[in-house]
């Protein structure tokens, strides 16, 4: 017999049904399909069919010459946006709260994240144009100062920090607003005190404000760990060639061109593999060090 | 309530710290602080001012890197011979056709799920469970090749179903409906029920229509994410003629994917590679962004507060 209780909750199974469905579909039963990364996959025969090769495909990859260059690149470019990432938002919020100008305020963040709600391809069509080395306008711009041209996109030397810049453009905007959020919660009373003490305005911003952000300041860090594999593949994706693989080819978008365009599906499967679950550990541990550090609980 | 307070606090803090006199070395400060902040609001619009001034200029002035930031020899050639291309065209009605049925099935799917759990473990007792299958989907995933073979053995290569289910369910978008859905008083509910309202009543009735702000910011950041996909549409669509526009600019504007064109389509993808029409389509694709971001930017904040309340 289904107890009083039971037959009070079933709606809301009834509800989350559908979700459940979908779930199962498009998330579950695609991890399935990570059993493909030890064997030899091969389409005719399907999963169940194929021949089981233990760890062979990993062997493979770690022979690949341009594996080293890859997982490098990968993470020198990830660290370095989430450094950007940082810093730049933290400076920009207190240069904009010592702005007293209600409307240019506004302005301002009207502007500076606007770029955030582009996508890749339509910054990556902008980004081609204005940054072509014959007729792009940034080319042009350093030309009045005698710089010769740069290309940027195609260079292997520019080419990482093209990409750290751009997604440093795209998306300070949004972070900004984020930290500008916290430092209008710093509690007044705290520059109150600052003034009596004598305090003159870079004093309080030293002395209360900085420490007033730094706890989610600390937090967001802490939660970009889990980013350290994720160099941005759209980006990538929509900005790099093959003459600038050396430095901007990463995990993504070596896991697309192995898995889909030349169809070797194990040894795709099994790099995307190793990056989810070093990505997985760093998530849980970001999430630890979030929790001691700053009290906070994702989930 | 909240947002008074703040307004409050805000004043306050600023009478409260405003001199009198500024000093000489803060004066400087100022201005320096107007100057940069300008400045980089420019850089942050620029690029798309470019891109509308190309769009509205003659090809030969732009192939000769005449224009700045207006057009130059003014002309709509661009945007007529973007809009009479039948591929641009069929990509702008996908792309609308997606956005419309994928934006149905998230808002339905956020309300279903993000209800439920909002619900504390002694009124619904799986509620951690349920909680932590949708949370595991965001720490964990088959990948790309996996989820590309699953769609394939579905058989819904090729068709708007692979663009719209695979994210059916917006695991961060639940989780800011389920802390708004836990921020409203409880007692409105526990009234209905006692009146003998069941949990789908109150849903309809109570929750949904006290959520509007909430409904407003997620309806946005679904709408944008629809708009903005492409590269699903790039692999799980195989008929250049079924992409929606992301994709279909994808194609034309950055970068040819030759395993993928047919040789009839090569004829067309010369004739646009043109910068001005280029530009056209860049704008083009951008505006709906342009005509929502008014209330993106009002919704965006609330969105933020919301998704920093923890239950």
């Not at chain 1, 955030?116 to 711009?141: A, E, K, M």
Request: charged share 15%; glycine share 6%; aromatic share 14%.
């Amino acid at each position: 017999m289904i107890s009083n209780k039971k037959l009070r909750e079933l709606p809301l199974h009834l509800m989350l049904l559908p979700g459940v469905i979908c779930v199962i579909l498009f998330n579950y039963i695609p991890l399935l399909g990570i059993v493909m990364a030890f064997q030899k996959y091969i389409p005719n025969k399907g999963i169940l069919h194929s021949k089981w090769i233990g760890l062979d495909n990993f062997k493979y990859i770690l022979s690949m010459p341009n594996i080293t260059g890859v997982l490098y690149n990968t993470v020198f470019i990830a660290v370095m946006k989430i450094v950007a990432g940082v810093v730049i938002p933290v400076l920009f919020a207190l240069l904009l709260n010592e702005i007293r100008k209600e409307y240019f305020k506004r302005s301002v963040q009207t502007l500076i994240y606007f770029p955030y709600f582009l996508s890749w391809v339509i910054l990556g069509g902008i980004l081609i144009d204005i940054l072509s080395p014959s007729t792009g306008i940034v080319n042009q711009f350093l030309g009045f100062f005698g710089i010769d041209p740069i290309y940027f996109l195609g260079n292997a030397k520019w080419f990482p920090f093209t990409l750290i810049i751009s997604d440093t453009w795209k998306n300070f905007g949004y972070s900004t607003i984020i930290y500008l959020a916290a430092l209008t919660n710093v509690d007044p009373s705290l520059y109150e005190a600052a003034i009596v003490d004598g305090a003159n305005r870079w004093k309080q911003t030293l002395h209360v404000t900085i420490p007033g952000i730094v706890p989610i300041v600390t937090l967001m860090v802490v939660l970009s760990l889990g980013n350290v594999l994720n160099a941005g593949f759209e980006q990538v994706f929509n900005l790099y060639s093959p003459q600038v693989y050396s430095t901007g080819d990463i995990i993504d978008t070596l896991v697309y061109r192995i898995g889909l365009i030349d169809a070797q599906f194990s040894v795709g499967t099994a790099i995307g593999l190793f990056k989810s679950v070093i990505s997985f550990g760093l998530i849980i541990l970001s999430n630890k060090l979030a929790q001691k550090y700053a009290g906070y609980r994702v989930f | 309530m909240q947002n008074c307070d703040l307004k409050n606090r805000r004043s306050l803090s600023r009478s409260s710290r405003k001199t009198p006199r500024y000093s000489i070395s803060r004066k400087i400060f100022i201005i320096f602080n107007y100057t940069i902040l300008g400045f980089t609001s420019l850089i942050c619009i620029l690029p798309l001012i470019y891109v509308l001034s190309l769009s509205f200029s003659s090809s030969s002035a732009a192939a000769a890197g005449y224009v700045k930031f207006w057009p130059v020899d003014f002309t709509l050639a661009s945007y007529k011979f973007v809009l009479s291309k039948p591929e641009f065209l069929q990509a702008f009605g996908v792309s609308l056709e997606r956005v419309a049925l994928g934006f149905v099935i998230n808002i339905l799917m956020s309300v279903l799920v993000a209800y439920p759990l909002s619900k504390e473990t002694k009124d619904f007792k799986w509620r951690n469970v349920y909680a932590w299958f949708f949370i595991t989907t965001m720490l964990f995933n088959g990948g790309l090749i996996p989820t590309y073979m699953t769609i394939k053995s579905f058989g819904l290569l090729d068709t708007i179903w692979a663009l719209v289910l695979p994210g059916a369910v917006p695991v961060f978008n639940v989780i800011l409906l389920m802390n708004f859905f836990r921020g409203l008083p409880h007692e409105i509910e526990e009234a209905a029920m006692i009146d003998g309202a069941g949990y789908f009543t109150s849903l309809c009735k109570i929750y949904i229509p006290l959520s509007k702000p909430a409904l407003a910011t997620i309806s946005l950041f679904i709408l944008v994410g629809h708009w903005n996909s492409w590269f699903d549409g790039l692999i799980f669509i195989n008929s250049p003629r079924n992409y929606p526009l992301q994709s279909y600019l994808q194609t034309v504007i950055i970068g040819v994917d030759y395993s993928k064109v047919s040789s009839e389509n090569f004829r067309n993808i010369s004739e646009i590679s043109d910068r001005t029409s280029k530009a056209a389509q860049v704008f083009l694709a951008a505006l709906p962004i342009l005509i929502v971001y008014p209330f993106l930017q009002k919704f965006f904040m609330k969105g933020l507060v919301m998704g920093s309340v923890k239950g």
